[in-house]
């Protein structure tokens, strides 16, 4: 009878731990205000500030076409930080853009790497200045 009883007891604290495991997990992170702050910081100053992932075809795509325009813009690779993801969350809520590359140039947002294509080298490097 005890046996049986510890044996359901630990069945439902199982099933419990699993749900409550399932919601921790996909609950969205809690993004900082500091980290906001941080973001906006780099549209501000940066001349030209790119988000990018390293493994991004789109993102070489617009790394390629800036660096022979302005090889000194800001470049954050968002797979390669422990905050990346703090980061991308950030600029999501910004720009409401999530993918990358998110592309900024003084302070204005150009979009994703099709934008940035479609503005082509002379109107990019009139906005670079
Ligand atoms: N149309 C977009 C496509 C960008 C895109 O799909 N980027 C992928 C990475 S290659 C992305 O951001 N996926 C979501 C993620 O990495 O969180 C552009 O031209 O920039």
Do not use: W
């Not at 076409?65 to 800001?74: D, K, Q, R, T, W």
Request: glycine share 6%.
């Amino acid at each position: 009878m005890n046996t049986t009883l510890v044996i359901i007891l630990l069945f439902i604290a199982f099933k419990l731990f699993s749900v409550l495991r399932r919601y921790l997990t996909t609950t969205p992170r809690q993004m900082s205000q500091q980290t906001i702050s941080q973001v906006e910081e780099l549209i501000k100053t940066k001349p030209v500030f790119v988000a990018s992932k390293t493994y991004c075809p789109y993102c070489s795509a617009t790394k390629k076409l800036i660096n022979e325009i302005y090889p000194e813009a800001y470049i954050l690779e968002l797979d390669t930080m422990e905050e990346g993801s703090e980061i991308q969350d950030a600029l999501a809520k910004i720009t409401g853009q999530r993918t990358v590359p998110n592309v900024f140039i003084n302070g204005k947002h150009i979009g994703g790497n099709s934008d940035l294509q479609s503005l082509g080298k002379e109107k990019i490097k009139k906005l670079i200045g």
